[in-house]
């Protein structure tokens, strides 16, 4: 399996519009201005490619999805799950629509996102199709429990962010994701037993935030499960790669775009 990062920053992507503003002149540790320079810091919205035997699989399609789409060189899209309908997770469905010119594309996630997903762009999914075509090709469908793609089994685990009631992290095989979370029940928590690489939300340095874990979190939350491997992802500008590295363990590290993890 292999798995690259397409995009490892959170909803405002680094380097962010409100530091561009005013110069850079509240950015907590330089990272905005940094990521002129340094790809590392340059953080798009969070997505990961995910691939085995052939099959290709994407979680998200990013506000930032042709940027890094065309970054990768990425060819094919077998399937698509979806985390929860927030912008930052779904802003690239319409380009989604170079990938469904053959056949559609089926697309999976809780009863909640496909909801948002189909009303926010109601021109691709309602009859009759929208003149002129352009539409992406998708076959929604509403998940709840395991299924299966390309005979790996998927497991949707229910995680709490803010006042959605459907946001999933996903359990395939050896690796988990999860962008977005700040709290888990036991029952989820025992689906991510035996994980070997995963891949978690990371918002930021300090201060706690409602619906998200920051960096403290993050590292608790990761011993807890410990994996062989955690990678930190949906990043704001606050987290310094290189910094902020000296205070996690060594079985942990903050992701970067373009990263790719053979498992
Ligand atoms: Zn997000
Ligand atoms: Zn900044
Ligand atoms: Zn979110």
């Not at 065309?70 to 990938?99: C, F, M, N, Q, W």
């Not at 962008?179 to 340095?205: A, F, H, Q, S, Y």
């Not at 608790?220 to 994996?227: G, L, T, V």
Request: hydrophobic share 30%; proline share 6%; charged share 25%.
């Amino acid at each position: 399996m292999k798995i690259t990062f397409l995009g490892t920053g959170t909803s405002h992507g680094v380097p962010s519009i409100d530091c561009m503003i005013n110069d850079f002149r509240s950015c907590p540790q330089g990272v905005c201005k940094l990521s002129e320079t340094d790809p590392g810091h340059n953080r798009t919205r969070s997505s990961i490619l995910v691939e085995w035997d052939g099959f290709s699989l994407l979680i998200d399609v990013s506000a930032d999805f042709r940027q890094q789409v065309l970054r990768e060189s990425v060819k094919k899209i077998d399937s698509v799950l979806i985390t929860h309908g927030h912008a930052d997770h779904v802003t690239g469905i319409p380009d989604i629509r170079s990938y469904t010119r053959e056949k559609p594309v089926p697309l999976y996630g809780s009863e909640e996102s496909v909801d948002m997903i189909r009303k926010s762009y109601s021109y691709v999914f309602e009859y009759p199709p929208c003149t002129g075509g352009g539409i992406p090709q998708l076959i929604t469908n509403k998940v709840d429990s395991p299924f299966y793609l390309s005979d790996q089994k998927v497991i949707p685990v229910l995680v709490g962010h803010g006042d959605l009631k459907g946001c999933f992290g996903y359990r395939i095989g050896p690796l988990a994701y999860i962008p977005d979370m700040r709290t888990i029940d036991d029952e989820n928590l025992k689906k991510l037993e035996g994980t070997e690489i995963l891949v978690l939300n990371c918002l930021r340095r300090e201060k706690e935030h409602p619906t998200h874990l920051i960096l403290p979190q993050s590292v608790e939350f990761a011993r807890r499960i410990s994996p062989r491997r955690c990678y930190f992802i949906h990043m704001c500008h606050d987290i310094h790669y290189e910094l902020d590295s000296r205070n996690i363990d060594p079985f942990m590290e903050f992701s970067r775009d373009g990263l790719k993890v053979e498992i």
